[in-house]
Nanobody, 121 residues
Framework: QVQLVESGGGLVQPGGSLRLSCAAS????????MTWYRQAPGKQREFVAG???????NYVDSVKGRFTVSRDNAKNTVYLQLNSLKPEDTAVYYC???????????????WGQGTQVTVSS
């Protein structure tokens, strides 16, 4: 019913920047929280940053001051600006969205397929 498509990943040198996008499409009445997670090889998936429908942002401590989450509600899209990247930021980055498909109806959590971010010299 709803698809999330991430883009913007790639290979970047330490200290570099990337901008990730995650666009939602399909049967959408409203999207509540939109969140970015990441999973490094051999590690569990971890929360990175989230943003509410009203624009309240939240970050894991390790990315505060370096990453910025934003969203465009008209486009059902969430962004993650990654600055001052470090090798330890290397991971597959996933977005998720809490979607209300119809009113009345439940909130359904959807996931994207992930985009690889590699930070290496």
């Amino acid at each position: 019913q709803v698809q999330l498509v991430e883009s913007g990943g790639g290979l970047v040198q330490p200290g570099g920047s990337l901008r990730l996008s995650c666009a939602a499409s399909g049967k959408i009445f409203r999207i509540n929280d939109m969140t970015w997670y990441r999973q490094a090889p051999g590690k569990q998936r971890e929360f990175v940053a989230g943003i509410t429908w009203g624009g309240i942002e939240n970050y894991v401590d390790s990315v505060k001051g370096r990453f910025t989450v934003s969203r465009d509600n008209a486009k059902n899209t969430v962004y993650l600006q990654l600055n001052s990247l470090k090798p330890e930021d290397t991971a597959v980055y996933y977005c998720s969205a809490q979607v209300v498909n119809v009113i009345p109806g439940p909130v359904v959590l959807y996931w994207g397929q992930g985009t690889q971010v590699t930070v290496s010299s």
